[in-house]
């Protein structure tokens, strides 16, 4: 297998472990995609945020010819992958940034950009830290740009739907299992066991934790979309609502 390969095996790889979690995974990038475009037109900057291995910019690209991309993230193994992906590639630019780092957007090889992205990421922070970051993401978004985040997030209002909605996709995932879907454990236990990978994951797994370990307790953290629309509002964005959900994700869009 050429290198090439390997690191799209990888990207396919961890494309297939995250739709075990969320199989309208594609639906929600597409519906990021379309608001992008139609904010921030066919040729856009785009910040990646927290990119993990560069899913979105991978979409973004293909769907864009004429975009251009700046990832940045924190973790040394998903960046090794992004890096291998895209190598050669000039639309793209990979940063390495900590985002509770207060001067993290100094990292940034752009001052502003027209529109901001991320999915399945900033539930790792806690309530204060996110709130302080949706206010640094408004900053570096040029007037008229748009942020998108693509998340855990849930409407309580209806908390039987809710349920039902939960126990046919528990019902799901166990049947993907069965036929050999990789879980969030599984998949880092195969990324520590590439040679390839196997110092990135290490690094990581000193600076963000082992996810083959047993789960740790988080503390409180925001989880409805509500709490996030009033976040956004808070730091200054100019609009702010839901654009697409499933029964336990949903994707907000705010406009500075």
Same mark, same amino acid.
């Given at each position: 297998?050429?290198?090439?390969?390997?690191?799209?095996?990888?990207?396919?790889?961890?494309d297939r472990?995250?739709?075990?979690?969320? $199989?309208?995974?594609?639906e929600?990038?597409?519906?990021?995609?379309?608001?992008?475009?139609?904010?921030?037109?066919?040729?856009?900057?785009?910040?990646d945020?927290?990119?993990?291995?560069?899913?979105?910019?991978d979409?973004?690209?293909?769907?864009?010819?004429?975009?251009?991309?700046?990832?940045?993230?924190i973790? $040394?193994?998903?960046?090794?992958?992004?890096?291998?992906?895209?190598?050669g590639?000039?639309?793209?630019?990979?940063?390495?940034?900590?985002?509770t780092?207060?001067?993290?957007t100094?990292?940034l090889?752009?001052?502003?950009?027209?529109?901001?992205?991320?999915?399945?990421?900033?539930?790792?922070?806690?309530?204060? $830290?996110l709130?302080?970051?949706?206010?640094?993401v408004?900053d570096?978004?040029?007037?008229?740009?748009?942020?998108?985040?693509?998340?855990?997030?849930?409407?309580?209002?209806?908390?039987?739907?809710?349920?039902?909605?939960?126990?046919?996709?528990?019902?799901?995932?166990e049947?993907?299992?069965?036929?050999?879907?990789?879980?969030w454990?599984?998949?880092?236990?195969?990324?520590?066991?590439?040679?390839?990978?196997?110092?990135?994951?290490?690094?990581?797994?000193?600076l963000?934790?082992?996810?083959?370990?047993?789960?740790?307790?988080? $503390?409180?953290?925001?989880?409805?979309?509500?709490?996030?629309?009033d976040?956004?509002?808070?730091?200054?964005?100019?609009e702010?609502?839901?654009?697409?959900?499933?029964?336990?994700?949903?994707?907000?869009?705010?406009l500075?």
């Open positions: 297998m050429t290198e090439t390969a390997t690191w799209q095996a990888w990207q396919d790889s961890w472990q995250q739709e075990w979690y969320m $199989p309208d995974r594609e929600r990038f597409r519906v990021m995609l379309d608001m992008v475009e139609a904010l921030a037109g066919p040729e856009p900057a785009v910040l945020l927290a990119c993990g291995t560069g899913s979105i910019t979409r973004l690209l293909k769907r864009f010819p004429g975009a251009r991309a700046t990832g940045v993230d973790d $040394p193994a998903l960046l090794t992958i992004a890096r291998g992906h895209f190598a590639n000039d639309r793209v630019e990979l940063v390495t940034a900590d985002l780092d207060p001067g993290w100094g990292a090889p752009h001052r502003a950009y027209d529109a901001v992205v991320t999915a399945t990421a900033l539930h790792w922070l806690d309530t204060e $830290p709130r302080v970051l949706y206010g640094q408004r570096v978004l040029r007037d008229g740009g748009v942020f998108l985040n693509a998340d855990h997030m849930t409407d309580e209002s209806a908390p039987r739907l809710n349920a039902a909605a939960q126990t046919l996709h528990a019902a799901r995932q049947r993907a299992r069965t036929a050999g879907a990789l879980d454990r599984d998949w880092w236990t195969e990324v520590a066991a590439d040679p390839a990978l196997a110092g990135p994951a290490e690094r990581r797994f000193a963000l934790g082992d996810p083959r370990g047993p789960a740790r307790p988080t $503390p409180d953290r925001p989880t409805t979309t509500r709490w996030h629309l976040a956004l509002r808070e730091q200054g964005f100019a702010a609502r839901q654009v697409w959900c499933s029964h336990c994700d949903a994707l907000v869009a705010a500075r």
